[in-house]
């Protein structure tokens, strides 16, 4: 099993990549679409969790 990279969003949503990198990309193209909102990797390092599997 691969090790995974999860940020779950205050609207419910779940963002799950398999590197740090991509979930930056994802996080923050969900967060423009759907919130209007520009968070940075720093925001997303924080909010993220590591799911060793
Ligand atoms: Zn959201």
Do not use: F, W
């Amino acid at each position: 099993m691969a090790t995974t990279y999860t940020v779950n969003c205050a609207c419910g949503v779940a963002i799950t990549e398999l590197t740090v990198d991509e979930l930056v990309v994802s996080t923050q193209a969900h967060a423009a679409e759907t919130h209007e909102l520009a968070l940075t990797e720093s925001d997303i390092r924080d909010m993220m969790s590591i799911d060793a599997a």
